[in-house]
């Protein structure tokens, strides 16, 4: 697959995690809150185009707990 | 190791051996964290100390502790809660030994550590989950309403005592379920508990303090004993069958946990409040940018709370000694985390003094971070944003008062007072009762 094909996803470390609320407030369409207030991933992989606005999102965790990773998907 | 911060460079740094001693002197400072003093002074004063180092003593009345100032070691502290820091006790001149406030009692969860905590934090979290406080909105937003009605046709208002404070009081009483009626009495009780009486001797003020911390217990009491017979639907009677390590709470914690919950939501938003409402009275243009755009709210309150951060907490070091920025911290001694400052860093965040709701920056830390990260942090998202949607809704324009100075003060949640607005009258909204 080349590059311009891949799909990115976002991955939360559930371990770093402290439920702020930061990822579901500020994209609501690939975030969840679960019922602890912690975030949770949620709708389709993104376009590899869309890496820096995804970046940008996962940096605004205060736990840096949002990484940007290719999506593995089924071939 | 133990390193919070950065590993050992080659040659330098942390795992140099480091002079302590030497270190203390180096960086000695007088910081007095519970004066009287107005917090933009205070700010600048931070910013000079960070100058000078990220990680300055302090040594002031017999007391002595680290000050964090730095983004940076601010959250390599905050990280490492329950692990080589805890939080009790939560004040940088130590626990209480005079007898007089609980010495040494621990309130749940906020001074307790490790496993214990975690097991709180996980019964607690799920009634402070955001849409669990999405429900409470109607209730707030009318308790937002009927304080306006207090003041509206009067054309101005000292904004604490009329609308932050009690706002910030009553609230509690929203999420606990208990009757808005009492949102009066519970503000006369908590304003005596904080301020004492106006114009008293000590004697009266602690005869007065402690009369009121009674009628507030005695009040709790009340309702958990009509808990006890008429289960509801609300958070008091959630947090009365929560168990832990098959036991529920004594009525002694459950009153501590209320209290707790009021304090540590009062003097918060509070302060939130009474310092936004101090800018914006200067700054009226940024208070219309703030409705212009309907994404722009949302921005603006979060980029208001990394202004004005009110909390700075303690932590204490339990490992053999921790690396906060350039300083391995030994056991036993203390770092006071002024968020304020950290929030206004300017290795990461551009013109840090500036309120600008679209800058691009590393998150804020108002809320801490880690375990111990503020448990309300949605329930005051939520109370910052009624308050500006129903003020601005009911105060379209307003001036702070020049004749009047406002005056601010440190302490566990720095603070302003006298922060007095004029604005064109309006009309009261709440029906006149018979």
Redesign the interface.
Known sequence: MSAENEKLTYVIDTEMC?????C??LAPESFE??????GRVIGVPQDAGNRAAME?IA?????SAISVQIAVTKA | MTAAGDSPGAGSGPGAVVDLDALKRERAVEYNPFLAVNLPDNLDRMAGLRAVSPMTYSTVGGSSFWVATGYDEVVSVLRNNNKGFVSYPNNPFGAPTDGTQAANKKLIPIDIDGPEHRAYRKLLEPVFAPKEMQALEPQIRKLANDLIDNWIEDGAVDFVPGFAFPFSATTVIVLMGWPLEDADMMNGWVRTLQHGVKGGDQEETVKAMVAAGQAMRDYMSGMIAERKTRPADDFTTMLMNIELDGRKLTDDELLDMFLLLMLAGLDTVQSVLAQVFQYLGEHQDQWDEMFAEPETLDLAVEEFLRWTAPAPPTRNVTAEYMMVGDVPVPAGERVHCVIGAANRDPKYYQNPDDVDFHRQAKPHLAFGLGPHRCIGLHLARLEVKIAFQELRARMPRFSLDQSHEPVGHLGFAWGVEDVFLNFPPGQRQAKQAG
């Open positions: 402290a439920g702020h609320g930061r579901y407030g809150s679960d019922d602890f207030g912690y940008e940096a605004q965790c205060p736990e």
